[in-house]
């Protein structure tokens, strides 16, 4: 089977930045994506990465250590819109996708 | 553009009934999937499938059957619905199989069975 881990919930001051960590442990790999899904949404992608380093998309970052199984996500410049879960979602081969549980992120004012 | 639609939004059923999802992607993606989503258990893939005419098993499929006959649709069956069917049923489908296979995803089912 398949093993991700990430935290339940985060909080964080509007402004601030969060790092969301996420371990995985695969029989494969095939790229390692973030999702995020607001309340009563759909989740919607925000970054793949399948090489290891970073992935910058304006506020939102992605890094991936392959050898360590290990990424982050990380939120700068937090806005309340922020408020969502984060889901972690490895694609252990092929093009199937297995998830994380999702970190809830509050953002306070 | 609607990308991919389900069907109904929210549905109460009682134990036993048989119930279809249902899925349709304007898209012309190839691949699309069914998942559920629980409470501190993530989304957990229950049927997928590659191409029009074939289907595949999930992490979760049992009590569940797919089929696709086209391109566009992928209704899901609960063939005789168990209150642990209750749940968030989201419906997706990517380009193409391989790397940087993003998935898209429906607005979602709620299911509720009593």
């Known amino acids: 089977g398949q093993n991700i881990d990430q935290p339940t919930e985060m909080t964080a001051t509007e402004g601030a930045i969060v790092q969301i960590n996420c371990t995985y442990q695969t029989s494969g790999f095939n790229g390692l994506f973030w999702y995020q899904q607001h309340a009563g949404e759909a989740p919607t992608f925000l970054s793949y990465?399948?090489?290891?380093g970073l992935e910058e998309k304006g506020r939102f970052s992605s890094f991936l250590s392959r050898s360590k199984g290990y990424s982050y996500l990380l939120l700068k410049e937090l806005q309340m819109k922020d408020s969502a879960s984060y889901l972690c979602?490895?694609?252990?081969?092929?093009?199937?996708?297995?998830f994380g549980a999702g970190t809830t992120v509050t953002v306070r004012a | 553009i609607a990308g991919i639609t389900q069907a109904p939004t929210s549905q109460i059923l009682a134990a036993g009934r048989r119930m279809t999802l249902r899925c349709t992607q304007d898209m012309r993606h190839n691949a699309m999937y069914w998942y559920r989503q629980d409470l501190g258990l993530g989304l957990r893939l229950i049927h997928y499938?590659?191409?029009?005419?074939?289907?595949g098993k999930g992490e979760v499929p049992d009590g569940y059957s797919v089929s696709r006959a086209n391109t566009d649709d992928f209704p899901l069956t609960l063939a005789s619905a168990v209150p642990s069917q209750t749940s968030v049923y989201f419906c997706?489908?990517?380009?193409?199989?391989?790397?940087?296979?993003?998935?898209?995803f429906g607005p979602g089912t709620r299911l509720t069975v009593l």
């Open positions: 990465n399948v090489l290891d």
């Open positions: 997706a489908s990517s380009r193409l199989a391989g790397e940087g296979n993003e998935q898209f």
């Open positions: 499938s590659n191409t029009a005419g074939t289907t």
């Open positions: 979602a490895v694609s252990p081969n092929d093009y199937k996708l297995s």
